[in-house]
């Protein structure tokens, strides 16, 4: 089974900042993670998926990159309505996995 | 745009059971696998099983195995989620997630959820 593992737990910042998560696979999984979105109270949403593609009606301010262990999501200038808990998830075989998140704040 | 419903949770003694549904009309069915995951509250998502676009290939966490049992109804569009002998930990909100490949893949479609309690 694939671990994957998130960081920062939580990250704090003020509208218009940059945001910088990552996520770390324990093996390779090329390119075959993605993102999801939760805000409070609703159902996670696909954001990337294949490391880097945006979902359909997804913002352009959230981007995706890396390969093999080590990616990242990047919201380039953050909104009040992206304070949610942010999760990554692979796709190798089952079981397949999730990441324990990445909550982000907006002061 | 695919729209999906969980139905059938509720509040359940310990070693009671639950069924759980999943309607999604307007989706090509067989096309895709379908699958359950389970967030218990505070805590992050757990993939609880999944079943493949034809239903012939099933799969189970440890922690649920031998208790649940998926199963789908293609020409009805639905997915369930049968549950035996539950404990206080199922206790969760329990989301029917649309696959986006036959077997294994993303979650580009989530249900709203239905929650699920197990307690005396």
């Known amino acids: 089974e694939i671990v994957l593992t998130q960081s920062p737990a939580t990250l704090s910042l003020s509208p218009g900042e940059r945001a910088t998560l990552s996520c770390r696979a324990s093996?390779?999984?090329?390119?075959?993670l993605a993102w999801y979105q939760q805000r409070p109270g609703q159902a996670p949403r696909l954001l990337i998926y294949d490391a880097s593609n945006r979902a359909t009606g997804i913002p352009a301010r959230f981007s995706g990159g890396g390969s093999g262990t080590d990616f990242t999501l990047t919201i380039s200038s953050l909104q009040p309505e992206d304070s949610a808990v942010y999760y990554c998830q692979e796709r190798s075989n089952w079981p397949q996995t999730f990441g324990g998140g990445t909550k982000v704040e907006i002061k | 745009e695919v729209q999906m419903w969980e139905s059938g949770g509720g509040l359940v003694q310990p070693g009671g059971s639950l069924r759980l549904s999943c309607a999604a009309p307007?989706?090509?069915?067989?096309?895709?696998?379908m699958s359950w995951v389970r967030q218990a509250p505070g805590k992050g998502l757990e993939w609880v099983s999944v079943i493949s676009g034809s239903g012939g290939s099933t799969y189970y966490a440890d922690s649920v195995k031998g208790r649940f049992t998926i199963s789908r109804d293609n020409p009805k569009s639905t997915v369930f989620l049968q549950m035996s002998s539950l404990r206080a930990e199922d206790t969760a909100i329990y989301y029917c997630?649309?696959?986006?490949?036959?077997?294994?893949?993303?979650?580009?479609?989530w249900g709203p959820g239905t929650l699920v309690t197990v307690s005396s």
């Open positions: 997630a649309k696959i986006t490949d036959f077997w294994t893949g993303y979650v580009d479609y």
């Open positions: 307007k989706l090509t069915f067989n096309n895709y696998a």
């Open positions: 093996q390779s999984v090329n390119t075959f």
